[in-house]
């Protein structure tokens, strides 16, 4: 049934990762034996590059789409195709969502999550110990350690004269309730930028024409695969157009129904090395 597979794209949130956001040794093996078979593995995920590397621990995958497929990546971490927001557009979302008590970053080319300084403290009510991204503790991580800060004036300084070129704006709140209104006001946007999302609690803001699967035809190309060739992991809505294209499309039992739906295979839990399991059993029907 798996002949044809050359190439394997995991998500990473949901999917490749455990609930505490770690790749399993059950998964890394799996992971192991299918690139021994010849397949090349790639990372397919809403991360930047470095926040994408943090949790495989050096783990050799073959590339790495990251920001939802607005920056691809070598396996060396050579940056090799990017898209990025309209400047105009990013201070128009700033001073928007500037209006909102909410946490946001801006995510650039060179794999920094940016924070506004202003905003930084006027946040820090919505942000308790055990709210979490990632799977990483915010107050300790996202927010201290890897967002870089400037303040408001600089940062727009640096996004209009693309020093900063933005890739994705990242938006969340403990709340799911509380980002609709959100997300309605950024669909006037929408000639620009497309709005998808990770999980329930996180809005991201891309550029028009990026997605997993725009990522992955870089390597598709590169190997010269074709589509049919290419097997997709995913749980969420920013996973949508890479399974509707790829020639084996996986779906996680812990997916959105929506995305269960237009998937031609479901594997076990992301929190039950669903995928290890689905590469031993079905791909490699080692059991």
């Known amino acids: 049934m798996f002949s044809q ?52 621990d050096g783990f050799p995958f073959d590339g790495y789409v990251c920001s939802n497929g607005a920056a691809v990546y070598e396996a060396d971490g050579r940056l090799v195709q990017r898209t990025f927001l309209p400047a105009d557009m990013v201070r128009e979302v700033v001073d928007t969502l500037r209006q909102e008590l909410l946490y946001y970053e801006l995510h650039d080319t060179a794999g920094n999550r940016w924070m506004v300084q202003e905003d930084r403290e006027r946040i820090e009510t919505l942000i ?24 408001l004036e600089e940062m727009m300084r640096l996004v209009s004269t693309g020093e900063a070129e ?20 950024l669909e006037q946007w929408g000639e620009s930028a497309a709005i998808t999302t990770s999980g329930p609690y996180n809005i991201e803001v891309i550029p028009k024409h990026a997605s997993k699967w725009e990522g992955l035809l870089y390597f598709i190309r590169k190997w010269g695969f074709t589509p049919e060739q290419v097997m997709a992991f995913g749980d969420a809505d920013n996973d949508r157009e890479a399974l509707t294209h790829a020639g084996y499309s996986v779906a996680m039992e812990n997916a959105d129904p929506a995305i269960k739906k237009i998937a031609r295979f479901i594997a076990p839990h992301h929190n039950e090395d669903g995928v290890a399991r689905f590469i031993r059993e079905r791909v490699l029907g080692r059991g």
Request: hydrophobic letters at 40%.
């Open 5 to 56: 597979l050359r190439l394997a794209a995991f998500d990473m949130d949901g999917t490749l990762l455990n609930e505490d956001a770690r790749m399993t040794e059950a998964t890394r093996e799996a992971c192991r034996l299918l690139q021994a078979s010849g397949c090349k593995l790639v990372l397919s995920t809403g991360r930047t590059y470095p926040s994408a590397r943090l949790p495989i």
């Open 128 to 151: 308790g110990e055990d709210a979490s991204v990632e799977g990483l503790e915010l107050r300790r991580h996202a927010f201290y350690e890897w967002a870089r800060v400037a303040p």
């Open 166 to 185: 933005i890739v994705k704006l990242f938006i969340w709140h403990p709340v799911p309730e509380q980002l609709e209104p959100v997300r309605q006001r």
